[in-house]
């Protein structure tokens, strides 16, 4: 098993930029695919972005995609979302969650396990 802790959110004001990170501890010699998901009030959890074991491979939903980069530091166990050109709709608590096995670049949250528990991002009109 593998823990995830998420930090970096904020307020930002439109336009602006933030960096997440999610910090894994535990079973972090296991090969998985770290993935970004973002819930707003009164919404479902939705897919932001993952990153492959390797780094070779990331996914973004269209929503974000030319905005938001995901990249992997192995070496400090820890997977980064930076952030650019926020939008007031970004607003939402962000989780980093794992996908352990082949990962065929599903944007389902039922795929994923090991969830952080979150962190509040605020983007101000």
């Known amino acids: 098993q593998v823990q995830l802790v998420e930090s970096g959110g904020g307020l930002v004001q439109a336009g602006g930029s933030l960096r997440l990170s999610c910090a894994a501890s535990?079973?972090?010699?296991?090969?998985?695919?770290t993935g970004w998901f973002r819930q707003a009030p009164g919404k479902e959890r939705e897919f932001v972005a993952a990153?492959?074991?390797?780094?070779?491979?990331?996914y973004y939903a269209d929503s974000v995609k030319g905005r938001f980069t995901i990249s992997a530091d192995n070496a400090k166990n820890t997977v980064l979302l930076q952030m650019s050109s926020l939008k007031p709709e970004d607003t939402a608590v962000y989780y980093c969650?794992?996908?352990?096995?082949?990962?065929?670049?599903?944007?389902?949250?039922?795929?994923?396990?090991?969830w952080g528990q979150g962190t509040q991002v605020t983007v101000s009109s």
């Open positions: 969650a794992a996908h352990f096995g082949y990962y065929g670049g599903s944007y389902y949250a039922s795929d994923f396990s090991s």
């Open positions: 535990g079973r972090t010699w296991d090969t998985y695919t």
């Open positions: 990153i492959s074991w390797s780094g070779q491979g990331t």
